[in-house]
Every structure is written in structure tokens, then in C-alpha cells.
């Protein structure tokens, strides 16, 4: 028998007309994209599960937390560090921009030429069809892009729990300084939040749990490696999106359990996808749930992807933090220094993210790049060049495309993917 959520969801103030629309779109996608794949390892089971749930018993959850006393943190950017939030008793969620909702009212607040991903966090709060936005007990905004930092000082009046994190946009020890005083300013409003203040080993022990869950990623990721491929990368893509969502010990365990499979599937050569077919490795803007498109468009056209350089992806969790630290003090120091590497297109110069391109193309044997750039991301649309002249020093083809949220361009994508993978053969 299914839960029947909907009292939950009034008592959030969602929008029921337009969030049932919302869901039924989303199962109708999932069905159509996840579902219909051939050779699907069983335990994606789990993340059908969680998807079928990612607005009922997962906020259910949340409310069940708060209703004991613990509070939400939403964020839209891997700069948000989760060892920070969970050590002073709170749980970050990410919030949703991976869909289209609200379009025109969204241009009343924001230029047509917005980025896909800001349009779509404003459409789902002006659409009230977000339960993690409206559960949350704070909003974590970051000066990132200036579309980012332009939209958030909008959303700051459309919501009474925005909170606003500066970042540096260049590496320097004077920028580091920068962020490890952001990170500490956003320690204190946590703690002030939740009246919980961090030690050393609320710390710690929240540095163990983030870490658990990113090296789970990273065995998964390393798994990819193999040809045939064990997963297919839709499902991967899956995975790294369920990470911002879920139960962090929950999730470490379902992806080890899933770990597992994958590793009898390469010893018994079974693929997601017969041996030698094309494998390729995405990078570019990040893909927040449910955007699958492009995934679903390369997979359908005979290639399979092996990687995502992307902060929903390798970017975001590549790196471990030091568990060395005993203070807190020397803790907050290792999240810098953990944080501080995170490649993101927004840095000048950003040298590092060519260089793991290349590393990642070599390592996942990926014979060619897909650049991802979402229309109007000046950061990853102007990075998008000198990635393709690194990969063509490495004899890398590389293939820029340039997207949205919408479906009307996916024909054209997709013939020009058909090409793509034809060079690749
Ligand atoms: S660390 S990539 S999650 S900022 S697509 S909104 S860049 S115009 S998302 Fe990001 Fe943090 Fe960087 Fe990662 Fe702007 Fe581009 Fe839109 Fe973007």
C-alpha cells in the first residue's frame, strides 16, 4: 500500500495542483529513461526506490528530524561543506534546479538569457513544488557566477532564511584565508541555528561520515574503469545525484552494497553495455536531478559514459578531508584545504581542470569528451575552448555542446552525439 503524503506536503505549503503535475512528469521521465535500460545492476533497486520516494518518505524523514529537534540546511553548491552542517547537528539537503517549473513567471524575476539551473531553483520556489526548499530551516546562497550571486540577492526577498556565503574566485593563500573565514562565519550561523555548537569530535566523526560517503563514490567511480562497462553511466549519474539527498550513512552503504555486484559483474565480463562500445567521458556544468538528458541521449545513440567531470560528479567529490586534525581549529583548516581544490569554472586561472580532464579521459580509457555547457554559463562556456584544445593535444576528439532544460533542441543533439560517436569508432 503507497503512503499518501499529501497532508505532509499541505503542511509545507507546497502547491498539490502543481507539485502532483511536477511528479507525474518525473515518474513518467524516470520510467521512460531509467527504467527501460537492459542489464541494469540489481542494486540500482535501491535508487529506484529513493527516487519513487524523493518527495515522500525522504521528506518525511526530514520532517521526522526536525520534529526532534534537529534543522535543515538546503544548498545549491559542493562549496557548502557538509562536514560542518552535520557536526553541528544539523542535515544538508541539495535542492532541486535540474528541471524546468514556473518558466514565466521565472522571467518576470530573472533575464530570459539566466542560466537553466537558476531559472529552475527559482521556478520550483515560486512554484512551491520543492519539499527540501520548504522544509529547510536555512538556505545556503554562495557568490559563485554572477548569475548566482545576482539571483540570490532576488531570492533573498522571496524567502525569510537565506543565507549568503562569499567565495574567492582565484587561488591564492590570501583567498584561502578568505574562505577558511567564510567557513568559520558559517560555522557560527549553523551553530547558532541549531544551538549546537561543534567540538572536536562532533567534528571528526562528521569528517568520517562525508568521507565514507565520497570514498564509496570513488570505488564506484573506479569500477567504470572496466570495459565492458559494469554500470551504465545514467545509473552512475544516478548515484552522484542521490548522494546530495540521502541518509549519508545510508547512502554509503546502498553504493558499497552496489560496489559489490559491480565487482562480480566485471569479473564475469557482464556489462551494462557489450564490450568495446564507445566509451566517453562528460565535463562541464553540473547536472542536478532530473536532468538526465544528456546521459539519455548519448546512451540511446550507441555510446556508453564512463565519467562525469562535474561537481555532480568527480568534481564535486573527488577529494577526501584530513582526518589528522584533533582541534577543531586544524579540522576547519583540512575542510579548507579540501575545499579549496574543488576545480570549479568560476576560478581564474583554472589550470587544475584542464589538467583532471585529461587525467580523467586517460584513467576511465574514455575515448572522447563531451563538454557540457548549459546555455548562458559564461564560467563553463568560455572554459569550454581551452578544455577542447588540452583534450586535442592529447589526440582527444571533444565535442562542446551547449543545452538547456528543454527537449526541443534533443533531436539535434542527438544527431550531432550520432556523429560524435561515428568519429569515436
Ligand atoms: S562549484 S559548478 S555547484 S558554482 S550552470 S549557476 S556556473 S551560470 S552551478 Fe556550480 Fe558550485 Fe561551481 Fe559546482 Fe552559474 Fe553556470 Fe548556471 Fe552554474
Known sequence: MTTDYTPMWQELGLDLAGHDALLNVLGTAYTDIYLSQKNRPEGMGYFDFVMSEVHGLRIKELMDEKAAGRKIIGSYCVFVPEEIVLAANATL??????????MEKVEQLLPRNTCSLIKSSFGFKIGKVCPYLE????????????????????????????YVMDLPQTKTDQTKDLLKAEYMKFKAAVENLTGVAVTSESLKSAINVVNAKRAAIHRLSALRKADPAPISGLDALLANQVFFYDNPARFTESVNKICDELETRIQEKTGAFPADTPRILVSGCPQAV??????????????????EESCVGERGTRNLTADTGTTVEEMMDAI??????????????????????????????????IHYGLQFCQPYLMESIPVEKALEEKNIPCLRVETDYGMEDAGQLKTRVEAFIEQLR
Open 93 to 102: 539537503v541539495g535542492l532541486c534546479s535540474g528541471a524546468d517549473f514556473a
Open 336 to 369: 579548507v584545504d579540501r575545499y579549496f581544490q574543488v576545480d570549479c569554472a568560476i576560478f581564474t586561472p583554472n589550470s587544475q581542470r584542464l589538467d583532471h580532464i585529461q587525467e580523467m579521459a586517460a584513467a576511465y580509457n574514455a575515448q572522447g569528451v
Open 290 to 307: 532530473p536532468n538526465w538528458k544528456l546521459h539519455m541521449i548519448t546512451e540511446t545513440a550507441g555510446a556508453v559514459i564512463v565519467g
Open 135 to 162: 522544509s529547510a530551516d536555512m538556505i545556503v546562497g554562495e557568490n559563485t557566477c554572477d548569475g548566482k550571486k545576482k539571483a540570490y540577492e532576488t531570492l533573498g526577498a522571496m524567502v525569510d532564511n537565506l
